[in-house]
């Protein structure tokens, strides 16, 4: 290999260009379950790959629960909850540093698929149930885990909403809903960030499975997006490896010895393959390979302590304040009030989630001994486990969890869902936590009106014991320090500023996908479009447990003086908004500010309001800034079906500011304005209506409605009507004009026996061209 050769890809094309056939399929699939192939001959190395979206998991051997410790962060759930991109990426190049001290080239993560249902089994492992949030997230993880050295697998893509029948099971979704939900928090990623891999997922999408997807991979992915790395497939996500590398998949995972590599040197000797193809994806694959090898930086040392505070740091920006009342919370660490902690969770915390991801930690605190640490000691405290390790609970364990209740100022019970309840594999089956916990914190409730609950749970769950308790703590898997960071909530040495990433409804027959979710005999039917999450709530006017971006605070915020650059704009323009945000309690705090855009007269059926922009904004007592955003036209678009791209429809949109879903105090509306609207050409399939507001038309309109209304709706003279038959008249020419709209136009020639003819209509559409 010439040395002049600098790009990555020309030099990957030039090593093809000397490749073997079985050289090129060799590389195709993995070395095991971790690795890629050498090939000596050439000085191709290969490259490792490690799970781990919130911590690295490099197994040591076959045995996947056996790997290197590695610093346990909060999981995307959690993460996402702090809505910090600055702090992802924080987490992203400490990552990158584990992994470039373990020699491991490429991190599998991170996952960012929707939270479509509440009961999906991953939904720990995802960001959010909007796109936007998640895809901006997305992105600062990938560059700062990238501009370390290290590679990201952003995964599963795509429409991977389901644990149930996973590996087989088919995702039937409207081209609209797709792009609007599904897609967009991959394209942000990948435009912003360029992940180095996308890991494709386990199912189809519309009977197409993701491996051997051209539109997802080549159409969407690479043509679209501009992606430029690899892609990867889940482990044992192959169907047809020839089909994948037409489609666009690069890498099998884990290997399959020889057998598909067999297929694929058969397919290209029998003329089914092009070797062309072939070489194509070899090289894309290739380059990665080169980049990640030279990126590689020896000597690279961790400090787990450095790790370990800023995992704390990240779980105390990711737990949220859910109720206050009585301004119960913070705890006085300088009192003497006795606090009776009760729930197993604080000794032995859960605090990641179950399956591949699953992270050998450098340490574990749990919330008990950090409490006691902050308080001073354990003199304040008592304890009661309450249940054991699986949410089960007894007349004793509930008996001595009262008594102790009763003889503090306050408890604190820790509730939450074992990991038998949710993990990788399989979906939850609802979304209350063990029978025991409620039971538990029903028992300590009754006997102590002070009662604080601490939940650690990777997703949604409903709260029977919501208005029986004063305050309430999302507390989410935070990781190896999680317990540090509770307590430092709990004591108010970290003031809360958390906020839900994904709704939390009252039942789970409230939530938009209850009588579809888990999809069932390998077909899950997106039935519910557009509206998941808090699209739907809001669309349906249904009050939640708690809405998408709530949280609350130690202290108070205001928002004021809501303006933008300009009162109205073209569609190709930018529209600067900004605010003022102020806060107005007595300690700093930081408050999350989000923009939501609604459109006044939409054409198509669209959510409520959408999230479009959103920032974290810190403030000391008094403080006040200005928080200044930028639109584009993408904010006001839509998906249209019809030109199969993103349209703007012109008119009147609602700007509206807020710290949650519920909670927008600030609206304002701006006109947008389009030069020339995007309208679909016309056929004789086009409907009469179609031609009304069309540009070429909107002339012949007339003379397809005159053709079912009999030619002219001109009442002949002197004709003397009653009231009541002029409105019969009305409502009857009406009824005819909506049958008439609703028709396609090549019926007019049908309807009208021939007078308006084939002729006549083939003329027409000439003109409309």
């Not at 997922?201 to 159409?219: M, P």
């Not at 806060?583 to 059926?605: F, H, W």
Request: net charge negative.
């Amino acid at each position: 290999m010439s040395e002049q050769i600098k790009d990555y890809k020309a030099r990957a094309q030039h090593l093809v260009s000397q490749m073997t056939l079985e050289e090129k399929a060799l590389l195709m699939s993995g070395n095991g379950a971790w690795t890629t192939h050498k090939v000596e001959r050439l000085g191709i190395p290969s490259i490792f790959m490690a799970d781990g979206p919130h911590g690295l998991r490099k197994a040591l051997g076959p045995n996947t629960a056996d790997s290197v410790p590695a610093t346990c962060f909060p999981t995307a759930s959690a993460l996402a909850s702090s809505w910090n991109t600055e702090l992802l990426a924080e987490i992203g190049a400490a990552l990158a540093r584990e992994a470039q001290a373990n020699d491991v080239q490429l991190l599998l993560g991170p996952g960012n698929n929707m939270k479509r249902s509440p009961l999906g089994g991953r939904n720990f492992e995802y960001f959010s149930e909007d796109p936007f949030l998640a895809g901006h997230l997305a992105a600062a993880y990938i560059k700062g885990l990238q501009d370390q050295g290290v590679g990201s697998t952003l995964k599963h893509f795509a429409v991977n909403n389901q644990e149930h029948e996973r590996m087989v099971s088919s995702s039937i979704v409207d081209e609209r809903t797709l792009h609007e939900i599904y897609l967009p928090a991959f394209e942000i990623a990948v435009t912003q960030a360029q992940p180095w891999a996308i890991m494709c997922s386990y199912n189809k999408i519309n009977g197409v499975y993701a491996s051997e997807n051209h539109l997802l991979l080549e159409d969407i992915l690479r043509d679209a997006w501009g992606f430029q790395g690899y892609v990867v497939s889940d482990w044992g996500a192959v169907h047809d490896r020839v089909k994948g590398i037409m489609a666009g998949l690069n890498l099998e995972m884990p290997g399959s010895g020889d057998v598909n590599r067999k297929k694929i040197i058969e397919a290209v000797k029998a003329g089914q393959l092009p070797e062309s193809r072939l070489d194509q994806v070899v090289a894309g694959l290739l380059a990665v390979v080169l980049k990640a090898t030279e990126s590689r930086r020896g000597g690279v040392r961790v400090d787990v302590d450095e790790h370990h505070a800023l995992a704390r740091r990240a779980a105390g920006e990711s737990i949220i304040l859910l109720k206050n009342e009585d301004d119960l919370l913070p705890l006085e660490t300088g009192g003497k009030k006795k606090i009776a902690v009760i729930g197993a969770f604080a000794k032995d915390p859960r605090y990641q989630g179950a399956g591949s991801s699953q992270v050998n930690p450098t340490r574990i605190s749990n919330a008990y001994a950090e409490l006691a640490a902050l308080l001073g000691g354990e003199e304040r405290l008592s304890y009661a486990s309450g249940y054991d390790l699986e949410g089960v609970t007894t007349a004793q364990l509930l008996e001595e969890a009262r008594q102790q209740a009763k003889s503090a100022d306050l408890a604190i019970v820790f509730a939450g869902l074992p990991d038998s309840h949710e993990s990788e594999g399989f979906d939850r089956s609802t979304l209350d936590i063990p029978e025991g916990h409620n039971r538990l914190i029903d028992a300590v409730s009754q006997v102590q009106p002070n009662t604080v609950v601490v939940l650690m749970n990777g997703s949604a769950i409903t709260m029977p014991w919501v208005g029986r308790v004063k305050a309430i703590l999302e507390g989410w898997l935070t990781g190896q320090a999680g317990g540090g960071a509770i307590a430092d909530i709990l004591t108010g040495e970290v003031n809360p500023s958390a906020k839900l990433a994904e709704t939390f409804p009252m039942r789970v027959e409230d939530s938009p996908t209850f009588t579809e979710f888990p999809g069932l005999n390998q077909q899950a039917r997106y039935g519910e479009g557009v509206f998941i999450g808090y699209r739907y709530y809001d669309k349906k006017n249904i009050t939640p447990l708690f809405p998408f971006g709530f949280g609350l605070s130690y202290t108070t915020f205001a928002y004021s003086e809501l303006s933008f650059s300009a009162p109205s704009i073209q569609e190709t323009e930018s529209l600067t908004v900004e605010l003022k945000v102020k806060n107005t309690g007595k300690v700093a705090g930081k408050e999350i500010v989000q923009l939501y855009v609604r459109e006044d007269k939409p054409v198509v059926s669209r959510p409520d309001k959408e999230l479009k922009a959103f920032t974290k904004v810190e403030l000391a007592p008094g403080e006040e800034k200005t928080v200044r955003f930028t639109l584009s036209r993408r904010d006001f678009a839509y998906y249209n079906t019809n030109l199969h791209r993103w349209s703007v429809n012109p008119g009147r949109f609602d700007i509206l500011v807020g710290g949650s879903s519920r909670n927008l105090p600030l609206r304002k509306h701006v006109q947008v304005e389009v030069a020339q609207q995007e309208v679909p050409s016309l056929s004789r399939h086009s409907l009469v209506k179609e031609f009304k507001d069309h540009p070429k038309g909107k002339e012949f309109y007339p003379q397809l409605v005159g053709v079912i209304m009999g030619g002219t709706t001109e009442e002949p003279g002197g004709v003397k009507r009653t009231p009541e038959e002029e409105r019969a008249r009305k409502k009857a020419e009406m009824s005819t004009l909506v049958f008439a709209h609703d028709m396609p136009v090549y019926k007019l020639v049908l309807f009208s026996e021939g007078r308006f003819s084939e002729q006549t209509l083939n003329d027409i559409l000439a003109r409309v061209q």
